[in-house]
């Protein structure tokens, strides 16, 4: 019911931030939206002596096009995502990403940047980001490096950011040619869920014939970090998106997940379910392919 | 044209306006100066001796104003039912439960309440526990109180009729179980309280109830407070369904702390806590056979049932009564035979959840309906309209049907929802629609306590100055609306528009009143306010009649105006009227209306008698039969219900979608039908959640996993379907105006008609909930190797 | 800025306030405690219910998961902000006319939620309407008539009832 003490700072600079966070000791955590970090602190799980509010610093919220890339702020929220004209049609795995987010309520405050960094495994827009190739941008006070996302979480609620780095932009390569994604999540309840398998996936076809020419599938919450089901895109490279690829994908998929039992799922469940969503994925992500074709 | 000119209506609640700008105060939104805020500490560990307990460090941390365990508390034994005293304000030698109370804390600021209770050292010396059912009726299990044999605190045994012989009858005869887990009340406000202590002695306590009657009863007997020194007053609730029905330990805390440092004393539990807390729903495994007749008639039901609940015995000793009490109908059914067990075990207590111990009995035996009727080639409700019983009759356990449209709700629902044509062509994959109904009382026949109490009073006042009337009441409001019904009943019977009536109820010190639970509150307390209202209308009446002279059959009033009965002689009022105006020089509203109003008629019935106060009450009459337990399930009027729910499954993930329940409930009479029909969707969305997703989860040492509503789930608004509700009215004689219960009976048909509809999508039977997909995906696939199990 | 309690000004229902708070104060704990902005309701403190609903910068969220400090130079709107006196907003007049109120617990969420949907979209579908009130949780209604009256409010927000 109650957050610990902390101290608070709220810089109005990017370099302001960043030299907060060099001065600063493990014991910092950064604050976007509050969703996660202000659960945990309630639930004790979290007890940092300083946070650095992020949200005061202008230029982070932004959706852009530069380069053949779509750039997104690490402040920009779920909801702003699944408003955006240009991530529903160019990215939509990632308007789904950011759809499957809780609640309407949590989506207005929830940031792009908080759910990578907060590294869950069943964060909803980690797959889909990592199908399309999204790249993270973290910045230090000795400058920037890129990091391809899949490569950014370590472990659950591990990444590899320094103590003195935060994440400053997620750029993703705008699709190509006739190329689709999607999202599926398996849920209980239709709202205000914690994914119990999420898979996404997106493909790009041949301009005619329709075979699949490459393809990248993740799913949530069948490992540590979102993993990339790369056997299973594999194998559906070369192949139409028909029904007996489709089903070769799910098979394939059931067995290359590594889910666990816990509170919200059994393992043999997530193992099933993640089968059942690559299928459905794929299909989903085709027809959209399709859609560019014409 | 309505009968009518309040009631029957849809007329708005009366605290509404209060609710939607945020106006209504509930128990957390009370402050009073000087307070001091209560934490409790909780066992952490299933099953304990405590050897030790030192406050030292505790209290002298500063702000911390006082500490108290068994030692200051006292250990004077209580509960639900007398008979069944198991509880303390803290535990003294043993704690039963992860979560039990075993200290609080009364300091400046809930945050150094918290920080005092990591101070208080506790050493416990664990001991072996029981977490389930099972295992508490193990031979030789660890026993949870040293008084219940075997763990068990209650047993019914009933047989009624002879089943053994019935089953040579039989032509066919379907047997099942259903396992069901912990649920809980899951109200969106959780339990506070604010307790403080006049100079002169008197205790009150404001706080989030159902019951202020039984509360203050449990706080005058643990404290040893005389019990007209204690009230108990409630606030605006933000929803109870049972948990809330029962004093709680943090009620008690707050009134000793109040007590010893005579400040006021606040308490709210953390959402943790009201799973903590508990007194929800109990965990049931239900076996049952019911034998069917070649004609089609339910010849038998046996019915075995466990269940425990938790480490107190609460309402359960009720519990396990109503377990199989509302089995005798509403069917036609001649032998019933039932052996029930409740057990206590190391996890949260349960106490009674709106259905009380009714709800998945009813589940298990409309699923088994359903089986018979596909095993006789018979329409599911074609079955079921066989053997409805009608108005009038009594079930096999001496239950009284004094008024009963299961009949017509079982057709309205089955033409409203298009029941023949959707069951005659094949269903779309994964799509399903089945049917159910079920039952319940309009209040229970007995209070909790052995007495010849009053179940109920009220007192109707008429404002001196005349034009408003003032309901005076125990009853408590929760959001049910019996405020609104108390008004309109009132505004009714008086003659005057519903906006003259006001309601101040919830109040120990305004009249008894048992409380809000088993859906007592229109039958009763609504007899109640009507007689008080007849009785200020018979007063006014006489004098107007004395005034007038004539006859005061001869007078009534209407919209709040004086009318003649037909056939009356005129009256001539002006000398009434120049009095009044002669009173009210000056004031511009005067009346100027073609007949005399109430307004003028109140104030001269002041004039001439005084306080013009009216009273009611309501005692049901004996009732029930000989047999022991026969109290429980009795009741003066029992409410009905008939569901028809319509599914998607998807067949590959599992995943229940329902797309549309279709009910029907006999009210009796529908005092406010948006109110009626609020209780039913309400009724509704509790069963679909506890039917597809709620469960209390415990690790291994018995610990709460999902104390929170992220993974305690129940229904968003993307989860409910369209309700399609259907109001059946069948005036029932022992209700006032013939209303009676819809508050619980709507939640009886809601489970059964989920899993009927799931087994005619997928055909697969599920015996346990919730209905999970994982439950849904393994019985798929059992039943596509053939296994010979067909269900989980 | 330290652990302390300092004094910070909120925008709140369209005036400003002086209020005492701590860096780990919630915006919900501000509104109760310090502004006796008791409508605003606390269900479980973790953003699972909704019952802490308020508008910042016109957009619903918990107010239980925003920290006071963050609001500042934001404009908050609770549930006291909406009637004029006691003219109450024609949502709140749905609500009431429609039976979307039982126990009143999620009422004051669920009303700043639906105020704000229908700014966005004065022409919802029942099926939109959930989708938007799906973070508001109701124990009591099973969300019928809190459709409905959302929907009753949009007409007549559009001047059609």
Redesign the interface.
């Known amino acids: 019911?109650?957050?610990?003490?902390?101290?608070?700072?709220?810089p109005r600079s990017l370099d302001e931030a960043l030299n907060i966070m060099a001065a600063g000791t493990a014991g910092t955590a950064v604050?976007a939206g509050?969703?996660d970090l202000?659960?945990a602190m309630?639930?004790g799980l979290k007890n940092p002596n300083l946070?650095v509010?992020l949200?005061r610093i202008p230029g982070l919220d932004g959706i852009r096009e530069a380069n053949d890339h779509i750039v997104i702020g690490p402040l920009v929220t779920m909801?702003q995502l699944c408003r955006s004209a240009l991530i529903r049609d160019r990215l939509p795995a990632l308007a789904d990403g950011a759809a499957a987010v809780?609640?309407?309520?949590?989506r207005?405050?929830a940031t792009l940047g908080g759910n990578l960094c907060n590294a869950r495994p069943c964060a909803d827009t980690a797959p889909p980001l990592m199908a399309l190739g999204a790249v993270v941008v973290l910045s230090g006070p000795s400058g920037t490096r890129k990091v391809a996302l899949e490569d950014l979480m370590t472990g659950p609620g591990e990444t590899v950011l320094a103590v003195d780095e935060l994440l400053t932009a997620v750029e993703i390569p705008l699709p190509r040619g006739a190329s689709g994604s999607s999202y599926f999540k398996?849920i209980?309840?239709?709202?205000?869920?914690?994914t119990i398998v999420g898979v996404a996936s997106q493909v790009r076809l041949e301009q005619s014939g329709g075979k699949v020419l490459d393809a990248r599938i993740f799913a949530s919450s069948v490992a540590p970090t979102p993993l990339m089901l790369s056997r299973t895109a594999a194998g559906v490279v070369g192949r139409s998106l028909d029904s007996a690829t489709l089903e070769a994908a799910g098979a394939a998929a059931s067995k290359e997940v590594r889910p666990i039992d816990d509170?919200?799922?059994?393992a043999w469940?997530r193992r099933?379910?993640s089968g059942?969503?690559t299928r459905r994925s794929l299909a989903e992500a085709g027809r959209r392919a399709g859609e560019v074709r014409r | 044209m309505s009968e009518y000119d309040v009631i029957g209506s849809r007329a708005a609640r009366i605290d509404a306006p209060d609710k939607v700008t945020g106006r209504a105060l509930f128990a957390d939104d009370l402050n009073k100066t000087g307070q001091l805020y209560a934490a409790i500490l909780h066992s952490p560990v299933a099953h304990a001796r405590i050897k030790r307990i030192d406050v030292s460090r505790a209290k002298a941390l500063p702000g911390v104003s006082d500490v108290v365990t068994c030692r200051e508390a006292g250990t004077v034994p209580f509960g639900v039912s007398p008979a069944r005293y198991d509880e303390t304000i803290f535990c003294h030698d043993r704690v039963r439960y992860a979560g039990d109370e075993v200290a609080a804390v009364a300091a400046q600021s809930?945050?150094i309440a918290?920080q005092a209770l990591e101070l208080i050292d506790v050493d416990y010396e664990e001991l072996p526990a029981v977490l389930n059912a099972e295992q508490a009726m193990a031979d030789g299990a660890p026993l949870v109180h040293e008084r219940y044999e075997g763990n068990i605190c209650s047993q019914v045994h009933h047989h009624f009729g002879d089943v053994e012989q019935a089953h040579e009858q039989a032509a066919v005869i379907v047997s099942g179980t259903l396992r069901s887990k912990m649920q809980n009340g899951a109200f969106i406000e959780p339990q506070s309280a604010l307790a403080y202590v006049d100079l002169r002695g008197r205790l009150t306590l404001e706080s989030s109830t159902q019951a202020p009657h039984y509360v203050q009863r449990t706080l005058a007997m643990a404290l040893g407070v005389p019990l007209h020194q204690v009230r108990v007053k409630k606030p605006y609730v933000g929803g109870g369904f049972g948990p809330k029905a029962s004093c709680g330990t943090y009620e008690l805390v707050a009134c000793l702390l109040a007590l010893r440092t005579g400040r006021p004393v606040k308490i709210t539990l953390?959402?943790e806590e009201v799973f903590l807390h508990a007194r929800a729903r109990h965990e049931f495994t239900h076996s049952m056979s019911l034998g069917v007749t070649p004609e089609g008639e339910f010849l038998f039901l046996d019915h075995h049932c466990v269940l425990d609940g938790g480490a107190y015995a609460s309402f359960g000793i009720a519990t396990v009564y109503y377990a199989n009490s509302l089995l005798g109908g509403p069917y036609h059914l001649k032998n019933m035979r039932f052996d029930g067990y409740r057990t206590v075990s190391n996890r949260p207590a349960c106490g009674a959840q709106r259905g009380h111990g009714a709800v998945h009995a009813r589940a298990l035996f409309e699923t088994l309906v359903d089986r018979a009727a596909r095993e006789m080639g018979v329409d599911a409700v074609e079955l079921r309209l066989r053997n409805v019983m009608e108005t009038g009759e009594s079930t096999i356990n001496e239950l009284n049907m004094s008024s009963l449209g299961m009949r017509e709700c079982l057709e309205a629902v089955r033409d409203q929802s298009g029941w023949v044509e959707k069951r005659s062509r094949p269903r779309a994959h994964g799509h399903g629609i089945g049917a159910a109904c079920g039952f319940f009382v309009s209040g229970a026949g007995y209070p909790i306590y052995r007495s010849k109490t009053y179940h109920c009073t009220i007192v109707t006042k008429v404002d001196e100055v005349g034009g408003g009337v003032v309901v005076l009441s125990g009853a408590a409001e929760i959001g049910q609306g019996c405020d609104t019904m108390m008004a309109m009943i009132t505004a009714e019977v008086l003659g005057i528009d519903l906006a003259d009536v006001r309601v101040r109820s919830g109040d120990s010190d305004l009249s008894v009143d048992l409380g809000a639970y088993s859906s007592r509150t229109t039958l009763m307390t609504g007899h109640a306010a009507r007689e008080a209202a007849l009785h200020v209308k018979a007063q006014i009446l006489e004098v107007l009649a004395a005034e007038l002279g004539c006859l005061a059959d001869d007078l009534g009033f209407r919209g709040g105006l004086l009318v003649m009965r037909p056939g009356a002689a005129p009256v001539d009022w002006a000398a009434l009227r120049k009095e009044f105006l002669r009173e009210h020089v000056g004031f511009t509203d005067n009346p100027e209306d073609e007949a005399l109003t109430f307004r003028e008629a109140s104030r001269i019935a002041f004039l001439k008698k005084g306080s013009i106060v009216g009273t009611g009450s309501y005692r049901p009459p004996a009732l029930g039969g000989s047999y022991k337990g026969a109290a429980v399930g009795t009741s003066p009027a029992y409410g009905c219900s008939a569901q028809i729910a319509e599914v998607d499954v998807d067949l590959?993930?599992?995943?229940v979608?329902v797309r549309k329940i279709t009910g029907a409930h006999d009210c009796g009479f529908a005092i406010n039908k948006t109110q009626v029909e609020g209780q039913m969707h309400g009724s509704m969305s509790m069963g679909l959640g506890e039917a597809?997703?709620e469960e209390v989860?415990f690790d291994g040492q018995g610990r709460v996993?999902?104390p929170n509503l992220?993974?305690y789930?129940i229904?968003?608004?993307?989860?409910m379907p369209e309700l399609d509700s259907i109001i059946v009215e069948s005036h029932e004689p022992n209700g006032p105006f013939g209303a009676k219960e819809v508050g619980e009976g709507g939640i009886m048909p809601t489970i059964p008609a989920i899993l009927n509809a799931i087994y005619d999508a997928t055909g697969v039977r599920i015996n346990e909930l919730p209905v999970?997909?994982?439950r849904i995906?393994r019985a798929l696939k059992s039943k596509a190797t053939g296994s010979s199990r067909s269900s989980t | 800025?330290?652990?302390h309690n300092r004094i910070i000004v909120l925008s709140v229902n369209g005036r400003d306030h002086e209020v005492m708070v701590?860096?780990?104060t919630?915006l919900l704990g501000a509104l109760r405690e310090g502004l006796q902005l008791t409508g605003t309701k606390?269900g479980c403190?973790?953003?699972?219910c909704?019952a802490c609903?308020v508008l910042?910068d016109g957009?619903?969220?918990?107010s239980?998961?925003?920290?006071a400090?963050?609001a500042v130079d934001h404009e908050v709107v609770t549930i006291e902000g909406l009637a004029r006196g006691n003219r109450l907003h024609p949502i709140q007049q749905a609500f009431i006319d429609c039976g979307a109120v039982q126990c009143g617990f999620c009422t004051p969420g669920m009303i700043l939620?639906s105020f704000a949907f229908l700014e966005r979209n004065p022409r919802p579908t029942a099926e939109e309407v959930r989708?938007?009130i799906?973070?508001?949780?109701c124990r009591c209604t099973g969300y019928q008539k809190i459709v409905e009256a959302v929907l009753d409010a949009a007409q007549r927000l559009r001047g059609e009832s």
Do not use: W
């Open positions: 019911m109650v957050l610990p003490r902390f101290d608070l700072l709220e604050l509050g969703t202000l659960v309630k639930k946070v509010s949200q909801s809780a609640a309407p309520l949590i207005n405050r398996m209980k309840r239709q709202a205000l869920e914690i509170l919200r799922g059994e469940y099933h379910v059942v969503l | 809930y945050e918290t953390s959402r590959e993930t599992g995943q979608r597809l997703f989860q996993l999902n992220a993974d789930k229904p968003t608004a993307l989860d999970t997909p994982e995906i | 800025m330290s652990t701590e860096p780990r919630t606390h403190g973790e953003g699972d909704g609903t910042l957009e619903p969220v918990n239980c998961l925003v920290l400090v963050e939620t989708q938007a799906c973070g508001n949780l």
